[in-house]
Antibody, heavy 120, light 112 residues
């Protein structure tokens, strides 16, 4: 069965950096787009970034463009999110998700999330 | 770019039927498929409807989805409500013009 397990969250000061990881299993990781989605405390879902199966294409939400970098290592079945210049408004649970691109481009499997807190 | 607008909250009694709307601000609702995710407190979202009206395996047929071009909106209908359906529900669509994903603001369903 598909499993996505995020790690790397924690408390970081404003302006600091953090790298999130997502370990994938149960599917052929290298065949699928992957994405990061976040949810601030008590708020809704916000798409953050995606990466194509071979890393050829990436895109970011305007709120993180220029500060966050998505990457993947298909040999290690892993997805990453490098977050720099962190702000208080980046505080959220970060989910990694597998993207189904057959027709609808949607998130068919989600991890349980990792909490990032940006505070001094 | 477009936005998806949902009601903040809805409530209904067990056994009844509830419909949650999701209105697209610009461009046709039919341009890109709409998905619906259920999120119970403390849990990650799960898909209940994809490609406008398809149910993943394991999702009961009490859940159904539709789109209405006249109102430029999508709807999630849950019939025979159960207390376990109490959750937040999010609609989502892909923005092919800028290769991004759009979520609605979410609707809190209370079953009382």
């Amino acid at each position: 069965q598909v499993q996505l397990v995020e790690s790397g969250g924690g408390l970081v000061k404003p302006g600091g950096s953090l790298r999130l990881s997502c370990a994938a299993s149960g599917f052929t990781f290298s065949d699928y787009y992957m994405s990061w989605i976040r949810q601030a405390p008590g708020k809704g879902l916000e798409w953050v970034s995606y990466i194509s199966s071979s890393s050829s294409y990436t895109n970011y939400a305007d709120s993180v463009k220029g500060r966050f970098t998505i990457s993947r290592d298909n040999a290690k079945n892993s997805l990453y999110l490098q977050m720099n210049s962190l702000r208080a408004e980046d505080t959220a649970v970060y989910y990694c998700a597998k993207v189904d691109t057959a027709m609808a481009y949607y998130f068919d499997y989600w991890g349980q999330g990792t909490l990032v807190t940006v505070s001094s | 770019n477009f936005m998806l607008t949902q009601p903040h909250s809805v409530s209904e009694s067990p056994g009844k039927t509830v419909t949650i709307s999701c209105t697209r601000s610009s461009g046709s609702i039919a341009s890109n498929y709409v998905q619906w995710y259920q999120q119970r407190p403390g849990s990650a979202p799960t898909t209940v409807i994809y490609e406008d009206n398809q149910r993943p395996s394991g999702v009961p047929d009490r859940f159904s989805g539709s789109i209405d071009s006249s109102s430029n909106s999508a709807s999630l209908t849950i019939s025979g409500l159960k207390t376990e359906d109490e959750a937040d529900y999010y609609c989502q669509s892909y923005d092919s013009s800028n290769h991004g994903w759009v979520f609605g603001g979410g609707t809190k369903l209370t079953v009382l």
